[in-house]
């Protein structure tokens, strides 16, 4: 899955959240960070990885009000 982020100065610091948690992410563009959820090759539904994601991202993002991220693929 891919995410397009709205602050890329606060990449490193959403990738370390997200390394933190079941999933595997990394910076691959500017403003890109591409995230793997090891849930989806037991069959998960990746639409509803993608609104699990969402929701970590918008959580984290509490503490930076101004912070936006798109779902770009669900793949």
């Known amino acids: 899955m ?4 709205s602050h890329p100065e606060l990449a490193p610091e959403l990738v370390r959240a997200l390394n933190d948690t079941d999933c ?8 890109t960070v591409e995230v793997f959820a ?16 969402l929701f970590f991202v918008r959580a984290w993002a509490t503490r930076h009000p101004q912070f936006r991220a798109t779902l770009l693929d669900a793949r």
């Not at 090891?38 to 994601?53: I, M, R, S, Y």
């Open 38 to 53: 090891p849930w989806l090759l037991e069959g998960d539904d990746p639409t509803h990885a993608g609104t699990e994601l």
């Open 24 to 31: 595997l992410a990394a910076r691959t563009a500017l403003d």
């Open 2 to 5: 891919k995410l397009r982020i």
